[in-house]
């Protein structure tokens, strides 16, 4: 329904610091367009794409500036024609940009309030293979999921189903989670007592000597780490821009 996952599109106010922050963890920089009027680059571990979009006064923004506060960007060709089958099937946008100078964008928010921007196009190119494609790419580890903090949530839950991702089976570990697959992202629903902001969760069965090699360059886990988890194979690193990142010692 929503289209072709593209990026977890980040508002950062310094979007040289935060390029730095991923690239020292293994992403790479990947090819942009000249879509956005404002500072805008992607990074990528070969899993997942990083939008990082550096806003200034008078730019036409895709996330807002909210630090720590991800948009989840797709794209769907012919997006104004796609607009009035969105609404049909429940999906009121909250801003439509499809005039015949725009960029089409739409921006919708889920009852959880996680935002959600629909693209007309691509806004960087693909990343090439690479060798090892089935190993994780960064120090982080695999990316496993992005995971909101609204597990319980019936009404959540109902809206991603709606647009297409497929619910699992509840799981407790490493920490409970109700898990959604979907095309190119899958999702996870965590507690809001477990971890009150959305995470990007990395997951690595030696996430312990992951750990070593991230103190090793520099990194120090941030505080918020989910209770019940063992701080010495499990951690949380925090962006400049106030990104989550939830390294945990699972399986991929």
């Known amino acids: 329904m929503f289209g072709r996952f593209l990026e977890i599109s980040l508002a950062t106010p310094d979007i040289a610091a935060s390029v730095q922050f991923y690239e020292r963890l293994g ?43 991800p948009l989840l960007s797709f794209v769907h060709p012919d997006l104004a024609r796609h607009a009035a089958r969105l609404m049909r099937a429940g999906f009121e946008p909250r801003q439509r940009h499809l005039g015949d100078e725009d960029f089409h964008r739409l921006e919708l928010c889920d009852p959880g309030q996680q935002r959600i921007a629909l693209l007309e ?39 991603w189903e709606r647009a297409g991702f497929v619910a699992l089976e509840t799981q407790e570990a490493p920490l409970a989670h109700l898990p959604l697959t979907g095309d190119g992202l899958s999702l996870a629903l965590h507690a809001l007592r477990t971890l009150p902001v959305p995470a990007l969760v990395f997951t690595d069965p030696a996430m312990r000597v992951k750990l070593s090699a991230l103190q090793a360059a520099g990194f120090a886990p941030a505080t918020g780490l989910p209770a019940g988890l063992n701080p010495h194979e499990n951690a949380v690193l925090e962006a400049p821009e106030g990104t989550r990142l939830l390294l945990l010692a699972a399986e991929p």
């Open 27 to 69: 992403f790479v920089q990947l090819t942009t367009n000249d879509t956005w009027h404002h500072p805008y680059g992607v990074l990528s571990d070969g899993h997942v794409n990083l939008g990082l979009h550096q806003h200034v006064a008078g730019s036409a923004p895709t996330p807002a500036p909210a630090p720590g506060a």
């Open 121 to 159: 196009a691509r806004t960087f190119s693909p990343a090439a293979p690479r060798p090892g494609a089935g190993q994780p790419e960064s120090l982080c580890g695999w990316f496993s999921a992005y995971s909101m903090p609204a597990l319980g949530n019936r009404a959540v839950c109902a809206f």
